[in-house]
């Protein structure tokens, strides 16, 4: 069997060149864009570093330039990454946007030769595709510069939809504390609960979670404070309702967490 890596970078260098109009396929992929960056843009002060980790075609990094943040994008599927230039070559010719499109071992093995990141952003299920996450958030911790953020969109692994799913249930026998494989194809894509990321990112501390659907609700942990957001406004007065209620963790295909490691 090939590696999840190799398997992966065969399908985004196919995908790249139409992977932006792809993502019109869901009327919320934009909501929930928007809302990430906006959470990113309130928790980490312009003019820091950002590692766009699977940075994909740069919607993102280009994004983050024009907010007033330097970009070092990483992606394994070179051809994504050529996308990104393409996209950002006036911010790479700045100095703004630095890339690298090594394949993952690699990026394990040798962290690029950029500055310390202040924080790393990513977007739209990266971390699905990755069975291990621990010696990725160790390489964060090293890297990080103090306080060091980590901001991530993963799919929501309680998404009635996937919970409503035979192999859910299968995988949750198999498996029940670790990474869950959820589809096999095109690529490997595994569901990453909530206590196994923050056993993988044990050097790190949750600040603050969201659920990303039709509506974006963020929660800060108790810790940090009583902080709640709201981004969209579309929805039937039931969906208000549901998105207020507990029952908000089984709604939206990702969630979003926002984990700092102190000094
Ligand atoms: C769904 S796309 C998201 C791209 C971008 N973050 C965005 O918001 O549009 C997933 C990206 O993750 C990249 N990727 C998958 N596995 C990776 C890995 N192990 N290391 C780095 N990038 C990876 C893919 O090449 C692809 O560009």
């Known amino acids: 069997m090939e590696p999840d890596f190799v398997q992966n970078a065969a399908f985004h260098n196919d995908l790249a060149a139409h992977y932006d109009v792809h993502l019109r396929s869901s ?11 906006d959470l990113v843009a309130r928790l980490v002060p312009a003019g820091s570093t950002l590692l766009d980790f699977g940075c994909g075609t740069g919607l993102d990094a280009f994004d983050y330039a024009q907010r007033g943040y330097r970009v070092l994008a990483y992606d394994n599927s070179p051809g994504m990454v050529a996308q990104l230039e393409a996209r950002c070559g006036a911010q790479i010719a700045s100095g703004t946007v630095a890339t690298c499109a090594a394949d993952y071992p690699s990026f394990l093995d040798r962290f690029p030769a950029w500055t310390a990141p202040d924080a790393v952003v990513s977007n739209f299920a990266v971390l699905n595709s990755i069975r291990d996450l621990s010696p990725l958030f160790e390489i964060f911790a090293r890297q990080l510069r103090p306080p060091g953020w980590i901001i991530v969109s993963i799919l929501n ?3 009635w939809a996937k919970v409503k799913a035979p192999g859910w249930w299968r995988e949750a ?18 569901l990453h609960f909530l206590p196994a990321v923050l056993k993988a990112a044990r050097r790190f501390h949750l600040v603050g979670r ?14 940090a404070g009583k902080e709640r957001l709201w981004w969209g406004d579309a929805g039937s007065p039931t969906a208000h309702v549901l998105w207020r209620t507990p029952a908000f963790r089984l709604l939206g295909h990702f969630t979003f967490l926002a984990l700092r490691r102190d000094p």
């Open 157 to 159: 692994p309680l998404h």
């Open 173 to 190: 026998w198999r498996s029940p504390t670790g990474p869950r494989l959820f589809s096999a194809r095109p690529y490997r894509t595994y």
């Open 27 to 37: 009327p919320y992929n934009d909501l929930a864009r928007e809302a990430f960056r």
């Open 210 to 223: 969201a659920n990303a659907g039709m509506f974006v609700r963020y929660d800060a942990v108790a810790a």
